[in-house]
């Protein structure tokens, strides 16, 4: 059982280029989470999905792009990187709104 | 709007002491108090809720309303309890889990 799985683990890009990051569940979730963490700032969210089809924005979403075409798979997409996206990146889903959240391994994301 | 505040940024105690992780949090309503940990470059995995009333790792936490809290206690730490650790909340209104800003505890030898 893979659980929450995240592609790629880390990568450097340049500031202007775009990229996609895959996060994979197989445990049925319904509810889906992008976080990003950053020393001092804790974990915040980016977006969310409430189930496939549907996202919606959490507290930092600017500069980012999500899809949920799949129940299984929710991406975030940077169009456009910027310095200040040098973070690490944390996929999360839940089965319900009243069970706990599993976590990736996450995504340690570079723009120089 | 709910919050969670961890007033410590890092906690350094040696084996054998007593830990205490603050959390404090604001909600007007029933809210569900979470402990997540991330050890060093692992995932974070959830330590325990406030709703299951269990210790896990010698780990104990109680939800107290009147004071907003709901610290993380252990009564002699280990080494390999150092790891990040995050208190979270999610309310009947608003199911997206929120977190604190985390705690660095460090356990020396």
């Known amino acids: 059982n893979a659980g929450v799985t995240q592609t790629p683990k880390f990568r450097v890009l340049k500031t202007g280029q775009s990229m996609t990051l895959l996060c994979a569940q197989d445990?049925?979730?319904?509810?889906m989470y992008w976080y990003r963490q950053d020393p001092g700032m804790g974990l915040r969210l980016i977006h969310y999905?409430?189930?496939?089809?549907?996202?919606a924005k959490g507290e930092v979403p600017d500069g980012y792009n999500v899809s949920r075409l799949k129940k299984q798979n929710f991406l975030l997409g940077l169009e456009s990187a910027a310095p200040s996206q040098t973070s690490v990146y944390f996929c999360?889903?839940?089965?319900?709104?009243?069970?706990?959240?599993?976590f990736g391994q996450g995504t340690r994301l570079t723009v120089v | 709007a709910q919050r969670v505040t961890q007033p410590e940024k890092l906690l350094s105690v040696f084996k054998g002491a007593p830990v205490e992780l603050k959390c404090n949090y604001s909600?007007?309503?029933?809210?569900?108090l979470f402990w997540y940990v991330q050890y060093s470059r692992q995932r974070l995995q959830l330590l325990l809720r406030?709703?299951s009333r269990e210790s896990i790792k010698g780990f104990t936490a109680d939800l107290n309303k009147g004071e907003t809290s709901f610290h993380l206690k252990k009564p002699f730490a280990q080494e390999e309890d150092s790891a990040m650790y995050y208190c979270?909340?999610?309310?009947?209104?608003?199911?997206?889990?929120?977190f604190g800003r985390g705690t660095s505890l460090i356990v020396h030898p």
């Open positions: 999360a889903s839940s089965y319900s709104r009243v069970t706990e959240a599993f």
């Open positions: 445990m049925n979730h319904e509810y």
């Open positions: 999905s409430v189930g496939e089809g549907t996202t």
């Open positions: 909600y007007s309503g029933s809210p569900e």
């Open positions: 406030h709703i």
């Open positions: 979270a909340l999610r309310s009947g209104g608003s199911y997206i889990p929120t």
